[in-house]
Nanobody, 116 residues
Framework: QVRLVESGGGLVQAGGSLRLSCAAS????????MGWYRQAPGKERELVAT????????NYANSVKGRFTISRDNGKGTVYLQMNSLKPEDTAVYYC?????????WGQGTQVTVSS
């Protein structure tokens, strides 16, 4: 069982930056691939970025490439999403996900609001 807790969301002006964190419980954090997803009002949840269990093999949605960076610290059991050059269309609830061999877990989400 893995429990995920996101933090770092908030209100920021367009062009600003935020850093999201997702802290995971459990001793097997380093076995899980991790990802960030987001869901805007009235829209489906979409992939933002993923990272492999060892910290390599990152993948980004085209809409955030060059602006967002996903990273992880397996010693701290935490995955991060550095978000720069934020746009109003980045406004959404951001969710952390962990998965491994057919098992997946979600966090409760953190709200990111970008004002124009």
């Amino acid at each position: 069982q893995v429990r995920l807790v996101e933090s770092g969301g908030g209100l920021v002006q367009a062009g600003g930056s935020l850093r999201l964190s997702c802290a995971a419980s459990g001793r097997t954090f380093s076995s899980y691939a991790m990802g960030w997803y987001r869901q805007a009002p009235g829209k489906e949840r979409e992939l933002v970025a993923t990272i492999g269990s060892a910290g390599g093999n990152t993948n980004y949605a085209n809409s955030v490439k060059g602006r967002f960076t996903i990273s992880r610290d397996n010693g701290k059991g935490t995955v991060y999403l550095q978000m720069n050059s934020l746009k109003p269309e980045d406004t959404a609830v951001y969710y952390c996900k962990a998965w491994w061999i057919g098992t997946s877990y979600w966090g409760q989400g953190t709200q990111v609001t970008v004002s124009s």
